[in-house]
C-alpha cells in the first residue's frame, strides 16, 4: 500500500506561515530581554560576570528532560548550582584528577542514585556529589560547564562568545554553530537546551552586539512537539526527511535543516520590524507555541489519537495537512 503523500517544499512553507500568522509571538525578543533581565543576566554581560552567567545556565540545564514545574519545585526545595561553592571547592584542590581541570573531567561518571563513580576509591573526598542536584548527571554537567567556562573561555564568557563569533567568517562556519559546538561536549549539555538557553542570551543579553543578535535568531531548539508536529504535516516525508526524534533531528537536511530553509522564504520583520528578516528560532518558536498546552494547545498527544490520522477539523491548518499518523519509530530517541 503507498505511503499517504506528504507536503512540498512550497506547501510547507505555507502552512508554516500560516502558524507564524497564528501562533508566531511578536514580542518573542522583548520577552527574552525581560527574563534575562530579572535573572541578573543583562547586567552580567555587561559586567562580565561568569558566576551570574554560570548560574542561569546551570539553572537551565536542570529543566531538561522533565516537566518544568517538577525541576522549579525541586531547585525551590534544594536549591542549586553555586559557582561561588564550586570555585572554593576547587581552589581547595580536590584529589580527584577529573576536577583538576575542564579537558580532565571527561568521564566522571558519578551516579547519585548509587553513589558511585569512576574513581570510588576518592568519592568519599569529592566535592561534586555534594551538590544537592536532582540526579549524578546534573552534577557533573554543573561542574562540567563550570570548568568549561574558567578554562576554555578564560574566566570570561561573554568575552569568548565575541571571540567565537569573530571567527565566523575566517573559519566558514555559522555563528550559532561556532558558540553551540564547542559547548556541546560539555557534560549534559544537549543541542536542544544550548540552542534554547544561548538563543536567548544572543537576541536579547546586548543590543549593541550585532553579532550576537544575528547568531541567536539562528539558533534552532527541536523538541518532541516541534518534531512531532513537521511528521504529523507531512513536511518531513514530503521533504525526503522522515527520522526518529533526537539528535538526528539536527542532522543534514532533517528538521532543524527544513526550519532554517523555510525561515528564508519568511519575513519575520513583517510581524516586528525589531526583528531580523530572517529570524529562524521565530519561526520554531511559533511551532512550539502553536503545539503546546502553554500555547495554542493544538497539535499534541493530548489533542489527537495518534494511533489514526488527525480528525481535529476545526484545526485551521486540517485541510492543507497531510496529516499522517505518529508511529512509535518516528517518536522514539535515537543515540
Not at 547519585?112 to 569512576?118: F, P, Q
Not at 564547542?182 to 544537549?190: A, D, E, I, N, R
Not at 537536511?253 to 529562524?280: H, K, L, M, Q
Request: charged letters at 20%.
Amino acid at each position: 500500500m503507498p505511503k499517504a503523500p506528504g507536503l512540498n517544499f512550497s506547501q510547507a512553507t505555507a502552512l508554516i506561515k500560516t502558524v507564524c500568522d497564528v501562533a508566531g509571538s511578536n514580542d518573542f525578543i522583548e520577552e527574552a530581554r525581560s527574563g534575562l533581565a530579572q535573572a541578573g543576566v543583562l547586567k552580567a554581560v555587561q559586567k562580565h560576570n561568569d558566576a551570574v552567567l554560570f548560574e542561569w545556565l546551570a539553572e537551565a540545564i536542570s529543566y531538561q528532560g522533565i516537566a518544568d514545574s517538577v525541576a522549579a519545585g525541586y531547585i525551590e526545595q534544594h536549591g542549586k548550582a553555586s559557582a561561588g561553592q564550586i570555585a572554593q571547592d576547587l581552589d581547595a584542590h580536590p584529589a580527584c584528577d577529573k576536577l583538576h581541570s575542564y579537558w580532565e573531567m571527561d568521564s566522571c561518571g558519578y551516579r547519585k542514585s548509587r553513589g558511585s563513580c569512576n574513581r570510588p576509591e576518592l568519592i568519599g573526598d569529592c566535592p561534586l556529589p555534594r551538590l544537592d542536584l536532582r540526579n549524578g548527571s546534573l552534577n557533573q554537567a554543573a561542574y562540567s560547564l563550570y570548568l568549561f567556562m574558567r578554562d576554555v573561555a578564560d574566566g570570561d564568557f561573554v568575552a569568548w562568545i565575541d571571540g567565537r563569533l569573530a571567527q565566523v567568517e575566517a573559519e566558514g562556519i555559522s555563528g550559532g554553530e561556532a558558540v553551540i559546538e564547542p559547548l556541546s561536549y560539555v557534560h549534559g549539555l544537549s543541542f536542544k537546551v544550548l540552542s534554547m538557553a544561548l538563543s536567548a542570551l544572543l537576541l536579547a543579553g546586548d543590543p549593541k552586539r550585532i553579532a550576537w543578535k544575528a547568531a541567536g535568531a539562528h539558533m534552532i531548539a527541536i523538541d518532541t512537539l516541534v518534531h512531532a508536529w513537521l511528521h504529523r504535516t507531512g513536511i518531513l516525508r514530503g521533504l525526503d526527511a522522515e527520522h526518529a526524534y533526537g539528535p538526528g533531528c539536527y542532522g543534514e537536511g532533517r528538521c532543524a535543516d527544513i526550519i532554517r530553509a523555510i525561515a528564508n522564504e519568511i519575513d519575520a520583520s513583517a510581524y516586528n520590524s525589531d526583528f531580523p528578516r530572517v529570524f529562524p528560532r521565530f519561526v520554531q518558536h511559533a511551532i512550539w507555541r502553536f503545539c503546546s498546552q502553554q500555547g495554542f494547545d493544538q497539535c499534541n498527544g493530548n489533542q489527537i489519537d495518534d494511533s489514526r490520522r488527525c480528525r481535529q477539523s476545526d484545526c485551521i491548518l486540517f485541510d492543507d495537512c497531510a496529516r499522517l499518523k505518529l508511529g512509535r519509530s518516528t517518536t522514539a530517541t535515537t543515540a
